[in-house]
Structures are given as structure tokens and as C-alpha cells.
């Protein structure tokens, strides 16, 4: 990795931690960490353009929307004016750089290691021996796994 590139991961790394103190708990902020670091190893994807506040802004925006924390029933609430406002972002960039990320990163709800093991078992199914499917947080509940 080059000195830009590795000077742009530290840089976003602070400001997901700043914004962590005040709005996430350690569990959503290394799920931020994990997204970010796998957008850096992302050979065409260059990062060290465009402002470090979008980047991180739209780093936690993404977590935010895989993990449903825009849902004020969310156990840890956050609206994409919390993130704009405290980063200083727009929210029309920072939801169309979050939604490039995605892509970019081909994310999908319930993305393992994105997102809490509840919100990734209600994504994922299982099969069994009968022939019935069931979602894997199902089966988890009734003892099958």
C-alpha cells in the first residue's frame, strides 16, 4: 500500500472512532473498521481522492443501512443527519458514495461480518433433510443448528 493510501485509511479510521464515542458502540464501529479496510484492499477503487469526512461519512452510513439503525425502533437509533451534521457532509453525496461502496464491494443485506449475527441469520437460509427451509435464525430456535 502507498503513503497516501495508508495516511487516507488512518485518517477515516480517526473519524470513525471520533464519531463512534458519541454515536456507535464498539460492535457497529468494528463493523465501520471491517468496511473500510475491505473498501482499501480494493485494488480500482482509489480512496486517497475526494474529502476523508465523505469517505468515513459514508462508510457508517453503509453500516447504518445494513445493520437498520435508520429505524428509530433500532436499539441504537442514528438518522444520515447525525452522520452529515457531525462530519460537516451532504447527504445526498455521502448516501450516493455509501451506495457506490456497495456496489463496489458487491455488499448485500445481511452481509456476514457487516452486520449482527440476528440481522445475517434472518438473511440466510437452511435447508433440511425433510426438505423445508427455514431462515437460519429459525433453525437456530428450534435446536436444528
Known amino acids: 500500500m502507498d503513503g497516501k493510501k495508508m495516511q487516507r485509511m488512518k485518517e477515516v479510521n480517526q473519524l470513525l472512532e471520533d464519531f463512534s464515542k458519541v454515536h ?3 460492535e457497529l464501529l468494528e463493523y465501520c473498521y471491517r468496511l473500510w479496510d475491505k473498501i482499501g484492499r480494493k485494488r480500482n477503487y482509489i480512496i486517497t481522492g475526494g474529502k476523508k469526512e465523505v469517505w468515513a461519512s459514508a462508510v457508517i452510513y453503509a453500516i447504518a443501512r445494513l445493520n437498520f439503525l435508520f429505524d428509530s425502533k433500532s436499539s441504537n437509533p442514528l438518522t444520515a443527519d447525525i452522520i452529515c451534521d457531525f ?6 453525496t455521502v448516501s450516493a458514495k455509501a451506495t457506490d461502496i456497495e456496489k463496489a464491494c458487491k455488499i448485500k443485506m445481511g452481509e456476514e461480518g457487516l452486520c449482527s449475527s440476528r440481522i445475517t441469520d434472518s438473511f440466510s437460509f437452511v435447508q433440511l433433510s425433510n426438505g423445508m427451509i427455514l431462515t437460519k435464525g429459525q433453525a437456530k430456535e428450534l435446536g436444528y443448528l
Open 87 to 92: 462530519l460537516g457532509t451532504k447527504k445526498s
Open 24 to 26: 456507535l458502540n464498539d
